[in-house]
């Protein structure tokens, strides 16, 4: 196993890495809208913090060596079911392979954000 670490994407907050790569599969940890650059929430509302989240991911993508069209599988976390159409928009522009995809919503997430992203992508042979 290899891990995957990339200073354009938020530093792990707890005791796990970004990513790891497994034979032929990168497996990223979830991604909130952090500003790596500040390493604050900036994004307000729905649609920007998904634009964060999704693009914190990509990073990951890119520092393993692939990209949102090579992803098969999303986990996708909302805090409030209400914004899952505005979150839809977002994601849509990104993931235009259409991977498989979980998306609840949850009671809390990490420093009150409105979503979080997750990745797995195949990394070929």
């Known amino acids: ?7 354009n994407a938020p530093a792990a907050i707890g005791p ?9 599969m990168l497996f990223a940890s979830g991604q909130i809208p952090i500003n790596p650059a500040t390493g ?5 509302g729905i649609e920007a913090q998904a634009e964060q989240a999704i693009k914190n991911a990509g990073e990951i993508l890119k520092a393993a060596g692939t ?10 976390f909302l805090a409030d079911m209400a914004d899952f159409a ?8 990104y993931f ?8 609840v919503a949850v009671k809390t997430l990490p420093k009150n954000v409105l ?8 990394l070929g042979d």
Not at 16 to 24: L, P, R
Not at 115 to 122: G, K, L, N, S
């Open 1 to 7: 196993m290899k891990k995957i670490s990339t200073e």
């Open 115 to 122: 979503c979080e992203v997750e990745v797995t992508a195949y």
């Open 96 to 103: 235009t392979e259409k991977p498989a995809r979980s998306c």
């Open 67 to 76: 990209d949102y069209a090579h992803v098969v599988k999303t986990t996708c």
């Open 86 to 93: 505005a979150f839809n928009a977002v994601y849509e522009k």
């Open 16 to 24: 796990y890495s970004q990513a790891i790569v497994a034979g032929n």
């Open 40 to 44: 604050n929430i900036e994004a307000e």
